[in-house]
């Protein structure tokens, strides 16, 4: 019952955004990869080198296992070595143009099937904007977004999913957030089950509506060598939390899943600078002042 209900509103979700980010581009369109292992199966689809995406892989995967893996119990301890299932959509876009944001988002659903006991099932997700210029329009409209797919669950959802997302995207290493945040969750269940699900499908759908007026707004800005080069080297931080923090990362590589399909996140390029410092004053050091947890609504209410 649960898995039949879920699979088609991912396969759409992965529809949608593709055929958004394709509309988008205008120039490229999605590769699709159509996988299976002894886990399960899957499908990812990548659009290369467009007008406006460098690299943007919107990915389906649907697994199972005989054990659920580390990652995956740290806040379920008593889960340890059931019996799971999965499935999500993830992806990741990283633009050309350094003045549109990086954005990523994601929806997953999981089910666990301990011995003599009922199913236990969960839904998690959320999305995130990285820019390497901020502008305040596109964080509020980002924002404003969420907090709206939000309301219809109750006044305190988006608060408290907004500031999950900025602990969770965090790199302690470097004392800095990912980016501006957004929305991000996980163990939801404290609905019912057709509730929850029509959380998810906000969300997936939520995704579109913030980043393609971004992306719209910001692809035509001109730049030259050195935006580029910022951006690239920004990216180095996408690289080090995925590699270092991130949960969805870890789960994936530690239940034997697809290693091509788990890393689709990675940018195209990146470069790594040591001890490198943005000029004081300059457009990249204004970006500092981004990188930690704030009240984007609280502070502009009238813009």
């Not at 499935?87 to 990523?104: A, F, R």
């Not at 945040?181 to 509506?209: H, M, P, Q, S």
């Not at 992306?215 to 001109?222: D, E, I, M, P, Q």
Request: glycine share 10%; with cysteine.
């Amino acid at each position: 019952m649960y898995t039949e209900s879920v699979l088609p509103v991912l396969k759409n979700l992965q529809n949608q955004i593709c055929a958004a980010l394709e509309a988008q581009d205008g120039a490229s369109v999605f590769e699709a990869d159509q996988w299976q292992s002894a886990l399960g199966s899957g499908e990812s689809r990548v659009l290369k080198n467009g007008a406006v995406f460098e690299q943007a892989g919107v990915n389906f995967s649907h697994v199972k296992g005989s054990a659920m893996p580390a990652a995956a119990t740290a806040h379920r301890p008593e889960l340890a070595g059931a019996p799971f299932e999965a499935m999500g959509v993830s992806l990741v876009v990283h633009p050309k143009n350094p003045y549109v944001p990086t954005s990523h988002a994601n929806v997953r659903f999981f089910i666990a099937r301990p011995e003599g006991r009922e199913p236990v099932w969960w839904f998690g997700g959320g999305f995130d904007l990285t820019p390497f210029y901020p502008y305040e329009a596109d964080i509020l409209h980002w924002h404003r977004t969420a907090a709206e797919l939000c309301k219809p669950f109750g006044e305190d959802v988006y608060p408290e999913f907004k500031k999950w997302c900025d602990d969770y995207f965090y790199l302690k290493h470097r004392g800095e957030t990912r980016g501006v945040g957004g929305l991000f969750f996980d163990d939801l269940n404290r609905w019912d089950f057709d509730t929850c699900l029509a959380f998810i499908k906000k969300v997936g759908e939520g995704y579109t509506d913030a980043y393609i007026p971004i992306a719209a707004l910001r692809k035509n800005t001109v730049y030259g060598e050195r935006e580029r080069q910022f951006q690239l080297y920004r990216r180095g931080r996408y690289v080090e939390f995925n590699l270092v923090w991130d949960r969805g990362t870890l789960f994936g590589l530690q239940s034997g899943g697809r290693t091509e399909s788990i890393l689709m996140s990675m940018p195209p390029l990146v470069r790594f600078e040591y001890g490198y410092e943005p000029q004081e004053g300059s457009a990249e050091a204004r970006l500092n002042g981004f990188l930690k947890p704030r009240d984007w609504l609280a502070e502009w209410p009238e813009r």
